[in-house]
């Protein structure tokens, strides 16, 4: 039987990081080593399969934006829709990786497994975590029944719905929040401890043909996040409907309450138009919606990934 190949995309962030001294764990550059050299500079990963390896940009994760999403949606469904690949592994910057992952489980829902990996140390550090994260979202990516975006990092494997970056230092820097994790992975073996995310079948030709005709210089929504907290004004959001924004996502407190001044200047901007949603700005929970709402709520989306459900529903009414 033919082996099946996995398809590792290289996107750069720290685990492509380079820093001048191996003790410095801070002052490094995130993108700067190529996905062939991560990949060769690891033997065991010769051991995982069959693999492919591409770099679709080489950027530090807090710099993403809609156009590199696009592109990789791009090479992601191109090579899941190869009958011979049978996953694809992203490295990528822990700053925005959750973003990433959200949007490509939004516009590809797949059926084949698609991991995302990072570090949080360079790959010139003493004592770097990139390589077993790597092995293990190689690890992974060729389990039997895997499907769906998932992330891997420290053995703990993650839903795109639920990942969330909750450390800014430490190795194990991500968390599924309430739902908890879906597997760990352990000396290259999965225990799974939950279902794999839902899938929708037959969506890639859609998607493909969605990023298409976004890819033709179509403006993105404008969608912007105001928070709630003590003493906040309407100023940030008037500001942002003079500017023209199409959406607005408030990270209120608790469950989803606002300031009344922030409140009064959403409800201001929702009655002319702006599509507005509340979530919150606790790391856990949701925002739970009551009848008397008159702000509709995220749905249990954080405030980013509740701006990336704003902007695709903006895009998709745009169509219509
Ligand atoms: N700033 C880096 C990035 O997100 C941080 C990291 O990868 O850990 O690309």
Redesign the pocket.
């Known amino acids: 039987m033919q082996s099946k190949k996995i398809v590792i995309l290289g996107t ?4 492509a ?1 380079r820093a001048d001294s191996a003790s410095d764990n801070l002052g490094y550059s ?2 700067q080593i190529g996905i062939d050299q991560l990949v060769q500079a690891i033997p065991a990963l010769a051991a995982a399969g069959d693999l492919l390896v591409e770099q679709v940009c080489q950027l ?3 710099d993403m934006d809609f156009d590199v999403w696009l592109r990789l949606a791009e090479r992601t469904a191109h090579w899941l829709a190869q009958d011979q690949v049978q996953a694809v592994v992203v490295t990528h ?4 990786l959750e973003e990433t992952a959200y949007f490509l489980q939004s516009v590809l829902s797949p059926s084949k497994p698609v991991v995302l990996t ?3 140390r360079p790959a010139s550090s003493l004592l770097t975590d990139g390589p077993q994260n790597l092995l293990d979202a190689l690890a992974v990516a060729g389990h039997p029944g895997a499907q769906g975006v998932v992330a891997v990092c420290a053995g703990v494997v993650h839903s795109a719905l639920d990942v969330q970056k909750v450390h800014s230092y430490r190795l194990d820097a991500f968390d599924s929040g309430d739902a908890g994790p879906l597997a760990y992975v352990e000396e290259g073996q999965l225990r799974l401890v939950r279902n794999w995310p839902e899938t929708q079948g037959g969506r890639a030709q859609a998607a493909m043909n969605n990023i298409a005709s976004w890819a033709v210089g179509k403006a993105w929504p404008s969608v912007e996040i105001v928070m709630s907290h003590a003493g906040a004004s309407a100023a940030p959001v008037e500001a942002l409907v003079s500017a023209g924004v199409q959406g607005l996502v408030a990270a209120g407190t608790g469950n989803g309450t606002l300031h009344h001044r922030l409140e009064a200047a959403l409800l201001q901007a929702q009655a002319t138009g702006v599509r507005v949603l509340r979530a919150s700005r606790c790391a856990n929970g949701r925002v739970l919606p009551k009848a008397t709402d008159v702000i509709a709520d995220s749905e249990g989306l954080s405030p980013v990934k509740a701006r990336i459900a704003l902007m695709l529903a903006l895009m998709a009414s745009s169509k219509a």
């Open positions: 750069g962030g720290t685990i990081g995130a993108a530090d994760s807090k910057g822990t700053d925005t990072c570090a949080m």
